[in-house]
């Protein structure tokens, strides 16, 4: 597993396209959250600028990310080079996305870091992990699942965008307009109930009980994201 | 050292929804052995080949690879190297960094820069795969199947785009690896080098095995042709002869030596000159061409 991540590293930044859209492009997005931030707040909370940078990594660092590079080792079958030695597609699959979902949590640490030293900790840290990191294992397992109807690094682009885009603008959505109205829809949309508790854990003033409520459709997109990975993901590509 | 098949398959089918691939395919290749599974385009080959090395479920059937599932990579993968038919290396990794990469992987050990003398990379051993040439993958392909001396090693069309001094140098290699004891399974649509290499072949069509066997028994199939031409005013040929429509006259014969002494006593105790005189034995060729004709092996 770690002489392949170990590859796919060499490789993320031996490729421009990729470190530009993958790395640069979100990093710029969660700086110009960050030095509006007085904007932003007034417009939702401070908890909403968590979301969005929480969710503008997830969806394109990691997700976007993901999608590409698995279809294209796919399309130039490095996947069945892969498969053809000893390696376990457990561990060539692990391999392929740990150093993408190592960047994608450094990103993280680095913007909320930031963040956090100009606009004050969040309220519950605990909780704030806890909602990243199941927003990251669902972007992922959607990542890998996304990637099982994507023929090429080109097509990424287009299946890539409905719900890397989809879940920042739910995120929008929900910082700017609450949960108060259609609070079921929002709520079971992907990351929506992620998003609400990094608002949570955030802005503080919401009781516990509350928030590990919205545990259940977060964690329930987990475990969806994880049977659509292993039903969809492709080794080769159709013939 | 174990004398059981290096691999045994066994009432083999393969299936891709209604489509038979592979229709109930039996054979052994033995350690040691260079087997060469050869066909017509869509015979089933590539996915005979693609379940012996681990790559595909087979739909039916038992398929033993040192006594194991080739599924199990994890104990079968270490004594085996393979040679895709389609490269398969990441355009962005150095050569070095593939054959290093793919070379822990195999948990076989060597080192990079053996594989790169054997086929001629030492200089490119930095270059990027993506600035390689159609041989050079070729050849890298190679370098990472023969990577710590595999007992066996899949071949899938391993000279296809390589230059003549690389194919012989491959070909040296692959008989270096046989001295060592090593089983070599290949595929390849250059007849010669089956026939020229292989110690048995099986030929597929339509996802059966019409002929399998050695050259030697594989061309015994088929009759051999002696062809000439007579002199105006000469008598009529031995019976066995037929003339054909250039007129010239054609012996086809399975006992190629007698026939012809035959033929060349006739002609002596005539005194007749044979002209455009040839005696060809049955090529591999012949056999493939026939192909259709050949009725499915039981």
Redesign the interface.
Known sequence: ML??AR?EL??IF??RAVLITSLIMPLAAAAFFIYRRDAFETLGSLGYIGAILVFTIAAFTLYATTVTTLAA?RQ???L?????????DTAILTGLVLPVSAVSLVQVALVLGAFMALSGAPADPLLLVVAIVATFVMMLALAIATAGITNSPEHAQVTSLPLSLGVVVLASWIGLTGTEDLALLKRVLPGGAATELVINAWNGGVPLTESLLLLAPTLGWVVVAVALASRMFRWEPRR | MSTAPVIDVDALHVTYGDFHAVTDLSFQVERGELYALLGTNGAGKTSTLEVVEGHRAASSGTVRVFGESPSDRRTVRPRMGIMLQESGFSPDLTVAESIRLIGRLTGRTDTVDRVLGIVDLTRKAETRVAQLSGGEKRRLDFATAVYGRPELIFLDEPTTGLDIQSRDALWDAVEELRADGSTIVLTTHYLEEAQQRADRIGLMHHGTFRHQGTVAELTRTLPAAIQFSLPAGAPAPPVSAVAVPDGSYQIETFDLQTDLKQLLDWAHDHAVDLHGLSAAPTRLDDVFRAIDTAPALS
């Open positions: 002489p392949i590859s060499i490789q031996r490729n080792r130039d079958l490095f069945k080079r892969l498969r053809s030695t000893a390696a376990g």
